[in-house]
């Protein structure tokens, strides 16, 4: 039966549960200049009971999404990429209690995912904005108020099949092209390659265009505090402020993002790019405040943020 979950062959491993019925504990929306972060791990999420929950809450268009995933691991990471999207969203105190399967969904011109709420006389839905992202071991959700965001995962021990320098040279500005090029080491030259992409794709999809909408080329991501990008494995990192420079007309796309990038479950680096609503009132950099969350949706919770799971590599403070 083409609806039934078991077409993927997930294992079940008995394991205890926190809940004893779908919950989901309540969580107060970000103030301004706040970023929530929550993120899953596919390979701890094992119980095929839990993953037909997860099933259960994801609207027919997204159930169609998941079973056209050829194999069971990215069928898997798709679901888990609804659920956790559906089921942070709930968690917040908007309007009583919602219902992760009532929420709808649509897409800008882009196809970026927007909330779509149902309004009533009494109500005026919030001002709430997500992005998710994931890889093939890890799927994270960042939430904020007010403010645009964008964010990115990658894997710290991710390989580019082809050369570094050459593989920049079709998608980074020259600015970029050259720090990399600056760096004699590999391995750390690498290192800096992903977390260049990572910047630019939270970027760009903080602007909700997508990488077809803002070629990586048409902007330089940059350390404030020095003379252009430097390593930052080399640099007193959490003092250095990212910044964007774009060859495009719009200016203000320059001055109204913040970035912060992370080291996440000591396996990933995480970008986020969020808007900056203080800068039109001559405030450059207003501090971020960041809390993160590692979660089984139904199942557990537990705030990371302060501990070794979550490490600030640079950003503002």
């Known amino acids: ?114 909330l779509e709420w149902q309004f009533s006389d009494h109500w005026l839905s919030p001002p709430l904005h997500f992005n998710i992202s994931h890889t093939s071991s890890l799927v994270a959700c960042g939430v904020t108020v007010n403010s645009q965001i964008g964010i990115d995962v990658e894997e710290k021990n991710r390989t580019i099949k082809h050369n ?39 970027y760009v999809k903080a602007l909700g265009k997508g990488f077809s909408g803002a070629p990586f080329k048409t902007f330089t991501i940059r350390y404030n505090g020095g003379g252009g990008v430097n390593p930052l494995e080399n640099l007193n990192c959490e003092a250095q402020e990212i910044v964007v420079d774009t060859s495009d007309e719009p200016i203000e796309l320059t001055n109204n993002w913040q970035f912060e990038l992370l080291e996440l479950a000591g396996s990933h680096y995480a970008a986020i790019c969020m808007e900056n609503n203080f800068s039109s009132e001559g405030k450059r950099t207003v501090p971020v405040k960041l809390t993160v969350w590692k979660t089984i949706p139904f199942l557990e919770e537990e705030c990371v943020s302060g501990t070794d799971a979550v490490k600030t590599i640079s950003g503002s403070k």
């Open 164 to 202: 570094i320098l050459s593989f920049a040279r079709r998608y980074f500005s020259k600015d970029e092209v050259q720090f990399l090029a600056d760096i004699l080491d590999p391995e750390i030259q690498r290192q800096e390659f992903v977390k260049l992409w990572t910047l630019k794709e939270a």
């Open 1 to 114: 039966m083409r609806g039934s979950y078991l077409r993927m062959k997930l294992h079940c491993l008995d394991r205890k549960f926190f809940h004893s019925s779908p919950s989901l504990a309540p969580i107060q929306l970000p103030s301004p200049m706040e970023t929530h972060l929550w993120y899953v791990i596919p390979s701890e999420v094992k119980s095929k009971a839990l993953l037909n929950q997860f099933l259960d809450i994801l609207s027919p268009c997204e159930k169609e999404n998941v079973f056209q995933m050829r194999g069971e691991e990215p069928r898997k990471r798709a679901l888990l990429a609804r659920a956790l999207v559906r089921t942070t969203i709930a968690r917040y105190q908007i309007n009583s209690q919602v219902s992760p399967r009532s929420l709808r969904f649509r897409k800008n011109i882009h196809g970026k995912p927007e």
